[in-house]
């Protein structure tokens, strides 16, 4: 008896030490710090932490760049040209969520003061064609880095970014003219992830599109002074959804849409858009043309559902169709459609660059209805700037 009375003290003893002080003590996460400059030439991942990236930093061929959740990376005006850029052959891989989004922002939080993401690819474009009349498919960037861009690999892969929001884009560079938008995709393949992205405040577009055939899924293009969404060279993103455009102070179209003069047999489509205009939203230079939700020209096409359109001028058009040939091949040739669109106020529905021809869409290609949703976002801090929540519009 003595013997187990023993023995249970001796347990009660090692029961209350294992209760101590010691096991309460919770070592918080690393988090990173320092600056990002130069060439990504080997794997490199960015914890958790805050950045600031000077100059043009390119993620080289073979190359793969990662950052964390919750990142914060800040560009400085005063460095010249910063810019992230994925090479061909380089992937960009970032791990946002909706509660801790990865964040690229600038110091003086000025638009046009840095470069934004530029991604390049090798997927098939068409920039135009020869005077044979056979397409081009490569071209060289127009954002004065002057890169071949183009190929014929549908299913390129630059990388996955979720939940990444860009501020404070659109520098123009080098010759003072050529622009980097929030977002440039230049011949990015179908292999590339784009969820969740926003581009907040830049001097030029939010996203630009150089041809390609990656989809982007949850966009936000919030108060960028050009276009809200651009594309050409023959982009055909077949699985896009959930599309916000809210233009407020300065900005041209909701929606870009060319493809160099080339009569395409394929085409965008996009599902879930929004385009809203705010009240007093001037164009950029005050350009009078440049006032349409969307405009087509150069042979743009694609098909488009579940729209709703507010706060564009009396005097726009919900869908403008810039030149001729485009109301002849695309228009008139059923490679336009734009279908459910809602019209929160008196926009007129289309209209024509020119009084040489009269825009009138095949029957079933333009459908309105009173019931479209437009786009879906899930609420979070990746739509929250400064105090401002981008969605309390949509």
Known sequence: MKKLV???????TVFIGCTSSDDDVVTPPATGSGEITGDITAPKTYIKGTYSISGTVRIKSGATLTFEAGSVITADVSN???ALLVENGGKLNIAGTAAEPVV????????GSWGGIIMFGDAPIVSGKT???TPITSATSE???????GGTNAAHNGGSLKYVRVEYAGKKILDGNSEMNGFSFYSVGSGTVLE???SYKGADDGFEFYGGTVSAKNLISYGNSDDSFDWQDGWQGQANTNWYAYQVGTGNFGMEIESKSVNNAFFPKVSNITLRRAAGTVTEAGNPTEIDAIQFKKEGNGEYSNIVISGYAANAAIARIQDANTNTNQVNG????LLNVKIADSTPLTGAGSSSFTVSFPVGNFTTSTTSTGAALTPGAWAIVDGVNLLANL
């Not at 023993?6 to 009660?12: C, D, Q, R, T």
């Open 131 to 133: 005077a044979e009349g």
């Open 143 to 149: 954002d004065g880095t002057n890169i071949v861009y």
């Open 104 to 111: 690229f922002t600038e110091k003086s939080k000025t638009p």
């Open 334 to 337: 059923g490679k336009i459609k």
């Open 6 to 12: 023993f023995s249970l003290a001796l347990l009660s």
């Open 196 to 198: 969740n992205l926003v």
């Open 80 to 82: 010249g040209a910063d």
